[in-house]
């Protein structure tokens, strides 16, 4: 039975392919606000959790509600501007950062305010002149950053971020961190953050641990 109080719900969900069961009765939900990690071993499967929940993948069984709604009713291009996925290895298109920048604009039909994007760039530790730069001169931790940057030009509802910060020295690491943080508490986003530390992420109301075998959730660590 969902959570008709969460904003997100995933309830009974598996996924396999072939003979490989990589995710098995996996259910917890997510309310506006909060800020759950997602851990465990190597291969257990997170990052396929977080594609499922995208709308990348489809689960082999179990559903997910959004907003009280199967997410099978809800157009994908819908979706997605309200549940926002970034990777850990971004894939940045066009020839510049503004290129980058400017999509989810443009997919709005909405004129860009350059000053706003040299703002968000330095709140994430880029110069301004990172809008113009080549996306192939960028570092991996300035393509996670601009990945992330992008994804939140349009404040979703929900945050899908799978080990963005695993290229980022500390200080980038604690000031990625505390960003998010406080679009949960003070914009109410939902964040689902997968990682393999989970002592570094200070912030998280809870953790999610998936078993090695099968994927199945332990218990949440309630902080």
Same mark, same amino acid.
């Given at each position: 039975? $969902?959570?008709? +109080?969460?904003?997100?719900?995933? #309830? ?14 996996? =259910?917890?939900?997510? =309310?506006?606000? #909060? ?21 990348? !993948?489809?689960?082999?069984?179990? $559903? @997910? ?5 199967? @997410?099978?009713?809800? =157009?994908? #291009? /819908? &979706?997605?501007?309200?549940? +926002? &996925? ?11 950062? &503004? ?22 760039? #330095?709140?994430?530790? !880029?110069? /301004? ?6 996306? =192939? ?19 979703? $509802? ?15 690491? *604690?000031?990625?961190?505390? @960003?998010?943080?406080?679009?949960? *508490? ?22 999610? %641990? ?11 660590? %309630?902080?």
């Amino acid at each position: 039975m $969902k959570d008709t +109080s969460a904003l997100l719900t995933i #309830e009974d969900m598996g996924y396999r392919v072939g003979e490989n069961t990589i995710l098995q009765n996996v =259910s917890f939900c997510v =309310s506006p606000g #909060e800020f759950r990690l997602i851990t465990g071993p190597s291969g257990c499967g997170k990052s396929t959790l977080l594609k499922i929940i995208a709308s990348l !993948l489809s689960p082999t069984s179990g $559903k @997910i509600f959004f907003d009280g709604k199967d @997410i099978t009713s809800i =157009s994908p #291009e /819908q &979706y997605r501007q309200q549940v +926002s &996925y970034t990777v850990q290895t971004p894939v940045l298109f066009g020839e510049t950062v &503004y290129d980058n920048l400017i999509f989810p604009w443009k997919i709005r039909q909405k004129t860009p305010e350059p000053e706003r994007l040299i703002a968000d760039l #330095e709140r994430f530790g !880029l110069s /301004q002149e990172t809008l113009t730069k080549s996306v =192939s001169e960028l570092s991996g931790g300035e393509k996670q950053r601009v990945s992330l940057i992008r994804s939140l030009q349009f404040l979703p $509802k929900v945050l899908l971020l799978d080990e963005i910060t695993s290229a980022l020295d500390d200080a980038n690491k *604690r000031n990625v961190n505390d @960003i998010i943080h406080r679009y949960a *508490r003070d914009q109410n986003v939902a964040v689902l953050w997968v990682t393999h530390d989970a002592g570094e992420i200070t912030h998280a109301d809870d953790v999610i %641990r998936l078993e090695a075998r099968g994927g199945k959730v332990q218990e949440a660590d %309630r902080g």
